[in-house]
């Protein structure tokens, strides 16, 4: 199985801050990545999809970049309601396999 | 509106079995592929697989490969995870989403705990 690896677990930033996220997989998986945000007592939601497609009614200040083994995930300006956590995921290979979040926190 | 609401959630004692069901709403659920995923307390997101539009296709995460049986029936716009031989460690909240690739839309779960 592809294996997916995020840094840091857990960031610590204030409203305002530009705020980046890694995830790297252990073999090359093209575009074929997704980003989700979680909240408790919520359904996970779509961020990015093909590693850069910025899914339906998500802000602009979200972006993903990336390719191969490495990826981003960037929030120009963080905003009170984007305290998180957030999950790459590879879908390159039938199996798919989620990273292990990152917790975004004041 | 796009709607996934996960149902059959309870507590089960170690050995057990459950089935548990995503009742689909809003879109094409017959053009969909689905997936069951889901977290453990204090845990990430774990995959546990995913079915395609027919059924065609079935791929099961290796942690539940024989134990965990998905399903869908399109004339109900239902998708279904059959649990057997369930332990402490599948104890969780349980996730239907639309999409066997990358999850478009996820329902809010149902918690399963497996407990004696």
């Known amino acids: 199985d592809i294996q997916m690896t995020q840094s840091p677990s857990t960031l610590s930033a204030s409203v305002g801050d530009r705020v980046t996220i890694t995830c790297r997989a252990s073999q090359n998986i093209s575009a074929w990545l997704a980003w989700y945000q979680a909240k408790p007592g919520k359904a996970p939601k779509l961020l990015i999809y093909k590693a850069s497609t910025l899914e339906s009614g998500v802000p602009s200040r979200f972006s993903g970049s990336g390719s191969g083994t490495e990826f981003t995930l960037t929030i120009s300006s963080l905003q009170p309601d984007d305290f998180a956590t957030y999950y790459c995921q590879q879908y390159d290979s039938f199996s798919l396999t989620f990273g292990q979040g990152t917790k975004v926190e004041f | 509106e796009v709607q996934l609401v996960e149902s059959g959630g309870g507590v089960v004692r170690p050995g057990g079995s459950l089935r548990l069901s995503c009742a689909a709403s809003?879109?094409?659920?017959?053009?969909?592929?689905m997936s069951w995923v889901r977290q453990g307390p204090g845990k990430g997101l774990e995959w546990l697989g995913g079915?395609?539009?027919?059924?065609?296709?079935?791929v099961y995460a290796d942690s539940v490969k024989g134990r965990f049986t998905i399903s869908r029936d399109n004339a109900k716009n239902s998708l279904y995870l059959q649990m057997k031989t369930l332990r402490a460690e599948d104890t969780a909240l349980y996730y239907c989403?639309?999409?066997?690739?990358?999850?478009?839309?996820w329902g809010r779960g149902t918690t399963v705990i497996v407990s004696s």
């Open positions: 079915i395609n539009w027919n059924g065609g296709r079935i």
């Open positions: 989403a639309r999409g066997d690739f990358y999850m478009e839309v």
């Open positions: 809003g879109f094409t659920f017959d053009d969909s592929g």
